[in-house]
């Protein structure tokens, strides 16, 4: 079985500074990693994922996530944040093989961005 | 990708009252999940539809108490039956993208609030 420890319930940042939304994993078998966000009052969007090769991963708008394998994180990253980047923020892992596919999800981070 | 449209997107109910929540899809799927998202918790499968056959329950979550439906391969509903103060959470939907380990799109959520 997989399971997901975001460690940050809350991330209060200001406009334009740097963030990170930190994310690790445990399982017994290879996994993929996913980034999932949630604006008010909306479902949930996949904003970035990590199936295989290159260990950093991008999102179109600016956020980048790295697979650390020997860690089992997968970070999310932004170097400079916008408003409209406040918003909650969950990180999920489900395996490539040998396990359940289905994801499991972290309890969210509610990244705050204030001006 | 794909896009779900989930209704009703928000209810307020009364205890001991039913209320099916639809899911529709613009594509055929083979399985849609149901999810539980309670206040300030991750999400929880509650269970995996597939056309023409029983769901699937997830630990903790019973047919009787929420039952599923799924006609056809863009079409489900999940009904909370019985319902009391503490099935107050947000309802999603679910499909899978493409294949295994690509990701799933979800519908906006039903927030239902039970008095």
């Known amino acids: 079985a997989q399971s997901v420890t975001q460690l940050d319930s809350q991330v209060p940042v200001f406009e334009e500074a740097p963030v990170e939304l930190r994310c690790n994993y445990s399982?017994?078998?290879?996994?993929?990693l996913f980034w999932y966000v949630q604006y008010p009052n909306q479902g949930l969007q996949l904003l970035l994922k990590?199936?295989?090769?290159?260990?950093l991963v991008e999102s179109i708008n600016g956020f980048e996530a790295e697979f650390n394998k020997s860690q089992t994180s997968f970070h999310l990253r932004k170097p400079s944040v916008h408003i409209s980047d406040t918003a909650e923020y969950f990180c999920?892992?489900?395996?490539?093989?040998?396990?359940?596919?289905?994801?499991?999800f972290g309890r969210g981070t509610s990244l705050i961005v204030h001006p | 990708s794909a896009v779900i449209s989930q209704k009703p997107s928000r209810d307020i109910c009364q205890r001991g009252t039913s209320l099916t929540i639809q899911c529709q899809v613009d594509?055929?799927?083979?399985?849609m999940f149901w999810y539980r998202q309670q206040p300030g918790q991750s999400l929880t499968l509650i269970a995996t539809?597939?056309?023409?056959?029983?769901?699937?329950?997830e630990s903790g979550f019973v047919i009787d108490k929420f039952p599923i439906s799924r006609p056809n391969l863009t079409f489900s509903t999940l009904t909370v039956s019985n319902m009391s103060p503490e099935d107050s959470s947000i309802y999603l939907c679910?499909?899978?993208?493409?294949?295994?380990?690509?990701?799933?799109?979800f519908g906006s959520g039903t927030r239902l609030t039970v008095v």
């Open positions: 539809a597939n056309q023409g056959s029983e769901a699937t329950y």
């Open positions: 999920a892992v489900s395996a490539s093989s040998g396990g359940s596919y289905i994801p499991t």
């Open positions: 399982s017994s078998v290879s996994v993929y």
């Open positions: 679910s499909v899978e993208e493409k294949g295994q380990g690509y990701g799933y799109t």
């Open positions: 990590y199936l295989s090769g290159s260990t």
């Open positions: 594509s055929q799927v083979t399985m």
